[in-house]
């Protein structure tokens, strides 16, 4: 019974089934936002989704956004600070839409799963609520679901539990996806194997989110074996990457904001207008970026 009552909730505030979208295709003034938790926010430290995606979409002048922010869920509370989860949520939804995306990654259900079966039709909710919020960006729009939980032995926990709760929650995302007509990429199947990707079951290291990168942009973008040799100058290209991200990261998330922004911005609130100075220094590496993939002949 309980079964029947999650899909008649999946049903009930899902919109009429429409035909999934194209596969990924970027071109010249696309943005690329992908925002999530955890696994976004560190994903900006790694730049290796981004990377292959320059080695997939070579010649396209696109931009790429990480928006993720650890601990975050559709209800956006991690945002909020020091204010009520109601401010993380405008928070989440003000900053997607700054970002003017024209392909929006969304990254959610990990820290949710926790919750188990008795969470999923209020996850589900609140998914579709943020979804038609993010709808008025007019992007085109892909759903992640949250990756498995490896098993690295004890004294570790035993996640055979856990990752039941994350089959159902992908399971429900992939849901909300289809009859959304979006797109969607199951990081649970797509990542099953036998390396480790992980460091404590759940957070990526660097050959998690190297395996991530080119297995998520080649779902995407719907390639058989997009990542099989790195391009002459990949690694130059990710350093850059990453620095931007740095740099951007630096503008819609200063350190100190408490200081700068919030309740103690008495103390260095002038130094808010620093923060869009950050752009220049983004526009320069990207444009270093485009440079150097040209210059190293990807294509």
């Known amino acids: 019974m309980k079964s029947i009552s999650v899909l008649l909730v999946l049903l009930a505030f899902a919109p009429p089934l429409i035909a999934e979208p194209e596969p990924l295709k ?35 002048n696109f931009n790429y956004r990480t928006l993720g922010w650890s601990g975050d869920t559709v209800w956006g509370g991690a945002r909020a600070e020091f204010g009520p989860p109601t401010d993380g949520y405008k928070r989440l939804v003000t900053e997607v839409t700054a970002a003017k995306p024209t392909v929006l990654l969304i990254a959610y259900g990990m820290n949710e799963s926790f919750d188990g079966e008795a969470g999923l039709a209020k996850f589900v909710q609140q998914y579709n609520t943020l979804l038609n919020d993010l709808a008025k960006t007019n992007a ?15 004294p570790l926990p035993d996640p055979a539990e856990h990752n039941k709760q994350l089959k ?46 080119a297995l998520l942009a080649g779902k995407l973008a719907v390639v058989a074996a997009p990542i099989i040799t790195h391009p002459t100058g990949f690694m130059q290209v990710r350093k850059l990457v990453n620095q931007k991200n740095r740099e951007y990261c630096y503008r819609w998330r200063p350190h100190n904001d408490t200081y700068i922004l919030l309740f103690r911005k008495n103390e260095q609130g002038q130094n808010a207008v620093e923060i869009p100075q950050f752009d220049p220094i983004v526009a320069k590496l990207e444009a270093q970026i485009a440079d150097l993939i040209k210059e190293r002949g990807w294509k």
């Not at 690329?32 to 070579?58: A, K, M, W």
């Not at 085109?140 to 004890?154: A, M, Q, V």
Request: charged letters at 20%.
């Open 26 to 60: 970027l071109a010249d003034g696309d943005r690329v936002v992908f925002v999530g938790s955890t696994i976004v926010e560190r994903d900006q430290e790694y730049g290796f989704f981004e990377t292959y995606l320059h080695q997939l979409f070579p010649a396209a």
């Open 140 to 154: 085109k729009i892909w759903l992640i679901g949250p990756n498995r939980h490896e098993d690295l032995g004890r």
């Open 168 to 213: 159902a929650y992908s399971d429900a995302i992939a849901a909300v996806a289809s009859q959304r007509g979006y797109g969607f990429v199951s990081l649970y199947d797509l990542l099953s194997s036998d390396r480790t990707l992980t460091d404590n079951g759940i957070h990526f290291t660097q050959l998690g989110y190297a395996t991530f990168g």
